[in-house]
């Protein structure tokens, strides 16, 4: 089965501009998670999308945005980049929401994103 | 803040045994413990869950004492591609992955 999948992998930008990051999650799997790693912070939730709705979000700026298909491919959209959103941004997946911790999250190998 | 509280680092030898503990007091009563294994600049990865006794899998062993107030998370013959930072949380914890300190683990020649 593969895994999860993140496109693309590498990205640059530049201050103001706006980018889009794709999951495509393990398939049979509808749980998607977005998660920003960066050496300062370590790794914080960004939002958990399931069955295309949003279930929880963490404490980001709506300038950090998702959504997520019929198909559960999620996608998550940073608008007016700033120099601090530089970071690796991670996808996980599961077959259901977390819950207590009973759903395994299998994570994908991040979008590196560069803000120049 | 994370649930869990783990020793910083640790340091082994390959193809010792590595044994992690953790302690989580304030387990509730639903709440299941799962290990995390994390490289620089890579996302967790995954090692094994449980809820009580043991559990063992292809990579590790969990073994988890009757009161459920810690976990020891057992490496059999670690070798240098098992120096990483493991993570031990449970319950709700685990679905935003709040980690605490994490161990560090050091595996030498």
């Known amino acids: 089965k593969a895994g999860v999948t993140q496109t693309p992998r590498y990205l640059i930008k530049t201050r103001g501009q706006q980018v889009t990051l794709s999951c495509s999650p393990i398939?049979?799997?509808?749980?998607v998670s977005w998660y920003q790693q960066t050496p300062g912070q370590g790794l914080q939730f960004l939002f958990e999308y399931f069955s295309e709705t949003q279930r929880n979000k963490g404490n980001f700026p709506g300038r950090f945005s998702g959504r997520q298909f019929s198909n559960s491919r999620s996608e998550m959209n940073v608008s007016t980049l700033e120099l601090g959103d530089s970071a690796l941004y991670l996808c996980?997946?599961?077959?259901?929401?977390?819950?207590?911790?009973?759903?395994?999250?299998?994570f994908g190998p991040g979008t590196r994103l560069l803000v120049l | 803040l994370a649930k869990t509280t783990q020793p910083i680092s640790m340091d082994s030898y390959e193809g010792q045994e590595v044994n992690i503990t953790c302690s989580h007091n304030n387990i509730a009563t639903n709440d299941y413990i799962t290990w995390y294994q994390q490289f620089p600049s890579q996302g967790p990865r995954f090692i094994i869950q449980g809820y009580k006794t043991k559990v063992t899998n292809e990579v590790a062993s969990l073994f988890i004492p009757a009161d459920r107030k810690s976990s020891t998370l057992s490496l059999p013959r670690v070798s240098l591609s098992d120096t990483a930072v493991y993570y031990c949380l449970v319950g709700e914890d685990t679905d935003k992955l709040i980690f605490g300190t994490g161990t560090r683990l050091q595996v030498f020649p």
């Open positions: 996980a997946s599961s077959s259901h929401p977390p819950s207590g911790g009973l759903e395994t999250q299998y």
């Open positions: 398939s049979g799997h509808r749980s």
